[in-house]
């Protein structure tokens, strides 16, 4: 890290990057593991459960996976993703892993420094991202084994320091502690500058060299400052041919756009609740704190809410058996805790007879308007409207990526560019095989950007990014 802060960071370089990653989560990691030189083949003894992938497989034995046509070997492929390369990748590191089973990967992993693209990784944390930002005890959605990345799997890397995984699900302090253990193990660290903010990324067409051969493709320009040990802040400003996106898309919390909302006790991260115990602000004898939302973050507060018998009032647009609502898509068995506030949200709303004490749910209310004496406003779904008095109101209702570094925002990269871009509903246009921008050569984007938006699945976004690039290093001229 050192070599990059004084070589690079300090000053404007001229000499540009063949590669720069802004974002240092999974998706980030996994990528500078892949450009690093380390390469995947298949086991030469592998006998992989999906008979047409096998087939596929043996077709070409002794060549690099990054070296096949991920096209071809992911087609007919299935699953709980619409990536193909996510579905490829995900098959070949947990063969079996949909269907219970615990079937090693097929593939093993030789590194070959020659085949290394030069990096550097940006973010704003220590590597892994947002995962240093997660109260540590929460426990991660995915099971402990699907966060990992290749070639170190969790469950090996937890018995090492000697935890346990809770009902075979790791805590978020844990998998933030593992990816950047993994980043040392790896040898990656040289790659990656922490405290790095990017302000600017701007690009322009090709040009034509002295003798009038036109360079292979834009220049992108990557500006920004480095937090540096003093809290000084020191700009820097790079080039490269490619950029990746990488920044996930926990950037910006959503908000409800309502009267009141920017008052000083609305929050938007659970971090706001745990502040406001140890204040004293609220408490089992306060008034209750109002939670908004349906999704699994808006779980987190209340479990860690009622853990600490502080009276909760959560309210929420949708029916309770609403099939979209995610406690509906959750197996009971993986996800008791989940499944318990789903029941608490059905049995215990405002509309049951007997609400239950310190927790009452608004099924179908609508937040439309906070006051000054921290009375809240809502709307039932026949229009009338019901005043509760809250202590504190969390809103976690999803979040936006902020791309304010690129021009526009990044609104012309996505699939719809006249609508917000949005992980769920409108991710950056990219090429399916290659994960670079439909929009703007050399600019790619993984992650929850391009629509990937479980760590199991965004290392094949990675993998895609890889292969696209040591083929563009291969086509350069000696």
């Not at 077709?59 to 993703?81: F, K, T």
């Not at 229009?383 to 976690?396: D, E, I, P, R, S």
């Not at 090429?431 to 094949?460: I, M």
């Amino acid at each position: 890290m050192s070599t990059w802060r004084k070589g690079h960071l300090g000053t404007s370089s001229s000499e540009p990057l063949t590669v720069i990653v802004i974002g240092n989560g999974p998706s980030g990691i996994c990528l500078s593991y892949l450009l690093s030189g380390y390469t995947p083949y298949v086991k030469a003894d592998a006998v992989h459960p999906h008979p047409l992938l096998h087939r596929k497989l043996t077709e070409a034995p002794g060549v690099s996976i990054l070296d096949q046509d991920l096209d071809y070997l992911s087609e007919g492929l299935e699953g709980r993703c619409q990536s193909p390369v996510a579905l490829l990748f995900d098959a070949l590191l947990r063969p079996d892993t949909d269907f219970g089973g615990t079937m090693e990967s097929v593939l093993t992993w030789k590194h070959q420094k020659e085949r290394a693209i030069p990096h550097v990784v940006l973010g704003r944390n220590l590597p892994g991202g947002a995962w240093h930002s997660i109260e540590g005890s929460m426990v991660t959605l995915s099971q402990g084994q699907w966060m990992g990345l290749p070639d170190l799997q969790v469950k090996e890397w937890v018995c090492r320091k000697r935890r346990g995984l809770r009902n075979s699900r790791a805590t978020a302090g844990d998998i933030a502690h593992y990816y950047r253990d993994y980043v040392t193990k790896k040898g990656l660290g040289h790659n990656f500058v922490s405290g790095a903010v990017v302000t600017a990324v701007e690009w322009g067409t090709p040009e034509s060299s002295g003798s009038g051969v036109r360079d292979p493709g834009p220049l992108f320009q990557v500006s920004g400052f480095l937090t540096t040990e003093d809290q000084s802040q020191q700009p820097f400003s790079l080039c490269a041919r490619n950029v990746v996106l990488a920044t996930g898309t926990s950037d910006s919390p959503a908000r409800l756009g309502i009267p009141g909302e920017a008052l000083p006790f609305v929050h938007y991260e659970l971090s706001a609740l745990e502040a406001a115990m140890r204040a004293g602000t609220v408490s089992p004898a306060s008034d209750s704190v109002l939670i908004v939302g349906a999704g699994l973050s808006a779980a987190d507060a209340v479990l860690y809410a009622r853990h600490y018998n502080i009276p909760v009032i959560h309210a929420f647009r949708r029916p309770v058996d609403d099939p979209g609502l995610v406690f509906n898509q959750l197996p009971k068995m993986l996800y008791p805790e989940y499944h318990k506030v789903h029941q608490m949200m059905r049995e215990r709303s405002i509309l049951s007879p007997s609400p239950y004490e310190g927790y009452r749910s608004l099924p179908e209310h609508q937040l439309v308007l906070l006051k000054e004496d921290r009375q809240a406003v809502f709307q039932d779904s026949q229009g009338l409207q019901k005043v509760f008095g809250v202590a504190l109101v969390l809103v976690l209702i999803g979040s936006h990526p902020d791309l304010s570094f690129l021009p526009g925002a990044g609104a012309n990269l996505a699939m719809d560019p006249d609508q917000p871009l949005s992980a769920k509903r409108n991710p950056i246009d990219v090429d399916p095989f290659t994960y670079q921008s439909a929009r703007q050569e050399g600019l790619y984007a993984v992650g929850p950007l391009a629509g990937d938006n479980f760590v199991r699945f965004v290392q094949g976004g990675a993998l895609a990014v890889a292969s696209s690039l040591l083929r563009k290093e291969a086509r350069k001229p000696p």
